[in-house]
């Protein structure tokens, strides 16, 4: 990977991506947008107990975690794609109405960066 | 049933009843208890079943405040959920808007005091709704939901008018206006119309025997109020009594009736002019004792004589009319030949002979009296100075007929006798002409006759005129 000119050509075998002749001389991948960069931890904190956690592109096309959190605090591991993907385009959605106590919807939009990331969760009682 | 088996809701969002709601054997939910099932779907990771809502889709409803299931919920259903009309007939205690708006079904709770099973209907844009709910309703809670807005459209302002009227109870009604949504109240009370024991058939006949029709007319009643303006008339056929007619025009006006009353379904008609105030529990005016006390505007015409004093009206401007008392004065113990003269009391032993002043030119037979009274007998007679005349009319303040004509008189005293003549053979007793009552006054009475063979001591007494009329009995003492 090192011997290529930037971080969007590996060695074949590295990626899924399609096989493109960059030169006469050398093959690489190119990345596709489907293509993991990274990955990103996302800690929700305040978090009402019992609560469903939905993490999902913001076109809706793809849910890419659902959970029903235990406690206060949760942490999920996404991956992270090249910039411009819609996959980092996050709605996150966290919900509690069927069992008391019940709290309004709770809904938020977040971009995906490799790295780390906090969401506050401020759910109000329903 | 529960409210998950009771409705659908599919991929579009629509929300819809499995089966009709029966009125009396379904059960509401509150607007609370829908908000509750689509939240309690709404964070579910997937929708499963007949209902399909989950996590996946956008939050589905939200309340205006806090969930509260002591009082009425206002529920916005999102963005594409929605129900429909059937569906909405399943819902109570609350409203709910859907639609960015556009459409509002708003809670309305009857409240009050009512006969069991007192039956309820609601009209809006003055048509009736179809009912959804059952007689037996009233009797624990009548709480449903009325569709107020449509595509983005209040329907009548948001007015609608809650009745009760069932014929053999007195009616109720209430203007009630949606458009703020929640739960409106409407206040009814009814009670058992002691005064209804026509059956509802002979009502309906006894209306066939009347008209009522809506036209100003200025019509003198004859109680002391003048003619006044009427803005319609019922006309009874002369042998219907008040009593009947009274029912005839609760049938009219009862939910069930298909009559047509001053232009309008009998069903929801209130008063005859829109600047009166209405007779709520029984448009055309109640009936107690004995007695219609007709709703304001209305003239009574083809009265039965017997019922001649048993209502009362009030005029366009708000005069209460009464119907006159036409009363006698009456003087019996007499024989043949006797004098009678009854005239109003002085208060100081005499006759009052100086009740009126009057002037006249020789020849006249109608005559001026200022101050006339109106409980002056119909015709009679009439003393000016001490001379006696007959009339045959009066009207105003004149009096007409007068024999003999007129001699010329400047400033005289005058009075009305109510008996002033030779009482006819075979009699054994006078009357005077009727005169309409006014108020209680005293009258003395004399009987003298000095013919010879049956001369009697002058007698001479007072008695009482009410409401009921007047007599008095001679003694007749012989002098001879």
């Known amino acids: 990977m090192s011997m290529l000119p930037t971080g969007n050509f590996v060695r074949g075998g590295y990626a899924t991506g399609r ?108 | 049933m529960t409210i998950a088996t009771d409705l659908t809701i599919n991929a579009g969002g629509d929300v819809r009843q499995v089966s009709a709601f029966v009125p009396g054997t379904s059960a509401r939910y509150t607007t609370l208890e829908l908000h509750a099932f689509l939240q309690d779907l709404a964070d579910n990771a997937v929708a499963a079943g007949d209902d399909l809502v989950s996590i996946l889709g956008n939050n589905p409803s939200e309340l205006a405040g806090k969930r509260n299931a002591t009082r009425p919920m206002a529920l916005t259903l999102l963005p594409t959920i929605n129900i429909n009309d059937a569906t909405s007939q399943w819902f109570n205690f609350g409203s709910i808007e859907q639609g960015s708006g556009n459409d509002l079904y708003t809670g309305l709770k009857v409240l009050g005091t009512l006969v069991a099973s007192s039956p309820i209907y609601i009209t809006q844009s003055n048509a009736k709704i179809s009912k959804y709910w059952a007689d037996a309703d009233v009797n624990t809670s009548f709480q449903i939901l009325v569709k107020a807005k449509a595509a983005g459209t209040l329907i009548d302002s948001g007015n609608i008018t809650a009745w009760s009227r069932k014929y053999g109870q007195t009616f109720s009604h209430f203007d009630v206006n949606l458009a703020a949504g929640g739960e409106q109240a409407a206040a009814l009370g009814t009670a058992v119309d002691g005064n209804i024991v026509l059956s509802a058939g002979a009502a309906e006949t006894a209306w066939g025997t009347m008209t009522v029709a809506v036209a100003d007319t200025t019509q003198d009643l004859g109680g002391g109020q003048g003619s006044l303006l009427h803005k319609g008339t019922i006309t009874l056929n002369g042998t219907t009594t008040l009593a009947d007619a009274y029912q005839a025009l609760m049938w009219a006006t009862s939910e069930a009736s298909t009559a047509t009353v001053a232009g309008v379904p009998g069903w929801r008609y209130r008063k005859l002019d829109a600047s009166y105030a209405e007779n709520v529990s029984a448009p055309f005016g109640t009936f107690a004792g004995g007695k219609w006390f007709v709703a304001q505007g209305w003239w009574l015409t083809g009265v039965m004589a017997a019922d001649s004093k048993n209502y009362q009206l009030i005029s366009h401007t708000g005069v209460t009319e009464t119907p006159p008392s036409s009363v006698q004065v009456e003087v019996g113990g007499v024989v043949a030949g006797d004098y009678v003269l009854v005239a109003r009391d002085d208060g100081a032993g005499g006759i009052l002979d100086t009740e009126y002043t009057v002037s006249s030119t020789s020849g006249d037979t109608t005559l001026a009296v200022t101050g006339l009274k109106v409980d002056t007998p119909a015709s009679g007679f009439l003393r000016i100075a001490g001379v006696p005349y007959t009339y045959t009319s009066w009207t105003g303040t004149t009096i007409s007929g007068i024999s003999p004509a007129l001699a010329t008189y400047a400033s005289q005293p005058a009075f009305v006798p109510l008996i002033d003549k030779v009482v006819p053979a075979l009699a054994t007793s006078v009357i005077s002409a009727a005169f309409q009552f006014n108020a209680n006054f005293t009258c003395r009475y004399r009987v003298r006759n000095g013919a010879s063979g049956s001369a009697i001591v002058p007698f001479e007494s007072t008695l009482s005129v009410t409401e009921t009329g007047g007599s008095g009995t001679a003694v007749r003492g012989l002098d001879e």
Do not use: M, W
């Not at chain 1, 904190?45 to 956690?53: E, P, R």
């Open chain 1, 19 to 126: 096989i493109a002749h960059v030169s006469f001389l050398s093959l690489g991948v190119c990345r596709v947008p489907t293509d993991p960069i990274g990955t990103t931890t996302i800690t929700f904190t305040n978090v009402i107990d019992g609560s469903s956690l939905q993490i999902e592109s913001q076109d809706g096309s793809t849910t890419l975690h659902n959970s029903v959190i235990s406690g206060t605090t949760k942490s999920v591991t996404l991956q992270v794609y090249a910039p411009g993907s819609p996959l980092n385009a996050l709605r996150i959605k966290v919900r509690k109405g069927s069992v008391a106590p019940f709290y309004q919807p709770y809904e938020t939009l977040l971009t995906a960066v490799v790295g780390s990331a906090s969401v506050y969760v401020s759910q109000i009682p329903d």
